[in-house]
């Protein structure tokens, strides 16, 4: 069987189909020094012949591996130290590889819990999955994502606990939401002097040592002792790459406050620290 026409030499276009590249690519080895660029032919096209083509295939191979061109091109040329762009990139690929892992574990919860809050850290995934359908609200998964941001997921455990206790006693349930529409109202037309702030902020810390109280009463605080102490054995699971500190995270996320509702908020925090000076409130949950 006679063998098919062999070129002596090819066009680009043809060079990076069987590398399994582009000409841009080989155009860009040139430009760098990568890949000597080939004596053009008659019609002022560039031919590349079998060398060029050994060259081209080593490039894409190691390329494909995840070395930089920088370092395939100091391995062409056998400069020392390779070794260790080597192991930067094994490190790279480890942490790729790590971070994959970690978003199939995230679509895997997702796909479990069936709800946002499966996007959530294991930590707060876990310890509020088993509430019935409808219990957590989407305001409750917002503010657990931003406590996340801002104390990451052993912050947000710990607040899951006031979640757990809203959906399991109606009447708290009923009051936080009396409160919230209180809060709400605390707009741009309420001078921050008016008295309904200060009445409001102390209604406010009574509701959360009710629900400290509650929380207290339920046992939660044990099954939280278990959750850190779990925790503790697994170090290194709390982060989720750079995290703002508190005080940035606070000046940082915008809430659209009004002088009234800011007047509020303090006076809230005002009232929970007089009473944790008088040992009266449990100051957890403010």
């Not at 060079?15 to 080989?26: D, E, V």
């Not at 053009?40 to 060259?55: A, E, H, L, P």
């Not at 052993?154 to 109606?170: C, E, M, S």
């Not at 509650?214 to 699971?237: F, I, K, N, T, Y």
Request: glycine share 6%; proline share 6%.
């Amino acid at each position: 069987m006679p063998l098919p026409a062999i070129p002596r030499r090819v066009k680009i276009g043809d060079a990076a189909a069987f590398a399994g590249t582009t000409p841009r690519a080989i155009r860009h080895y040139h430009a760098i020094g990568l890949l000597a660029e080939p004596e053009r032919g008659s019609d002022d096209r560039r031919r590349y012949g079998y060398d060029d083509m050994i060259r081209l295939l080593w490039i894409r191979r190691m390329a494909e591996a995840g070395i930089s061109l920088d370092d395939i091109h100091a391995a062409f040329e056998g400069a020392t130290g390779i070794e260790q762009s080597l192991a930067r990139l094994e490190e790279s690929l480890a942490s790729k590889a790590a971070a994959i892992e970690a978003q199939r574990a995230a679509v895997n919860r997702l796909r479990e819990v069936g709800s946002p809050l499966g996007l959530l850290s294991p930590l707060v995934t876990g310890r509020l999955r088993d509430l019935p359908p409808g219990a957590l609200r989407s305001a409750d998964l917002d503010t657990l994502l931003v406590t996340e941001r801002v104390f990451g997921p052993l912050g947000a455990a710990v607040q899951a606990d006031r979640f757990i206790v809203l959906a399991t006693h109606p009447e708290l349930r009923a009051e936080e939401d009396r409160l919230a529409e209180a809060e709400a109202a605390l707009d741009d037309t309420m001078s921050p002097d008016d008295p309904r702030v200060e009445d409001l902020a102390a209604q406010r810390c009574d509701h959360e040592t009710a629900l400290a109280a509650a929380m207290e009463r339920s046992g939660l605080d044990e099954a939280l002792d278990v959750l850190l102490d779990r925790e503790d054995e697994h170090p290194g699971e709390e982060g989720d790459g750079a995290r703002m500190s508190v005080m940035e995270a606070i000046g940082t996320m915008p809430y659209d406050f009004s002088p009234a509702r800011v007047r509020y908020e303090e006076r809230v925090i005002e009232l929970f620290h007089s009473a944790d000076q008088d040992g009266d409130r449990d100051p957890r949950t403010c």
